[in-house]
């Protein structure tokens, strides 16, 4: 773990230096690298306001497992259609819901038929979900990081004020590639219990928790 003490510091401490130069994982603290979204992304209330009018609704990863019990139907998988061989992967669909209905929903507890925004016509009762949006994609064309379509005007603003300066220090140092994408994980009631594989990622990622924990 590295704390940086001062989130207003210019420079990387020689340790977090390191450990990105060597490609380690290792947690870090009061970075100052997104204070906007430290300060407000951790609400439900926000969340549910500022992404109301995204364009086809938060992609939600749900698990539709009917046998196997309660374990494999929180387990959720990271496997690409096709990938993973003859490994006996858990039967986890992506689905979209408005944020709304998502945050709203109990999961497994859950009574009611929550709507689907796609596919349509369908409804999910009694799933565990676990949502998984992104926020930020490159755009080839134009070379520049793009805001998904319908995110509210507060937290625009908020995505503007990410420490770029901080994020380009940890880039080098670390020798990462191009930013590529920046994703929104959102657990809430429905995703009570969740699992995942052990698993790696394939990019190198920065994950800024905002709120609960991550283990």
Known sequence: HVDF??????????????????????TMSRTGLWPAAEAKWGSAEYLREQLAAVEGGMHVLANTAREGGAKRRRLFTYFKDGEGGDFDKPEVAAVHMHIADYLDHRGERETRDVPLMQPAGVAARDVCLYLQQSLLELKESGGEMRLEPG?????????????????????????????????????????????????????????LQIAGSKR
């Not at 080098?172 to 009570?192: I, K, M, N, Y």
């Open 5 to 26: 003490g001062d989130a207003g510091r210019a420079d990387l401490p020689a340790k977090a230096r390191e450990l990105l130069a060597r490609g380690m994982c290792f």
């Open 151 to 207: 995110v509210g005007a507060a937290m625009a603003r908020d995505v503007a004020q990410l420490n770029m300066a901080r994020l380009q220090q940890l880039q080098h140092a670390g020798g990462f590639g191009r930013w590529r994408v920046s994703q929104l994980f959102v657990g809430t009631e429905a995703t009570s219990g969740a699992r995942s594989f052990i698993h790696f990622d394939h990019n190198d990622n920065i994950f």
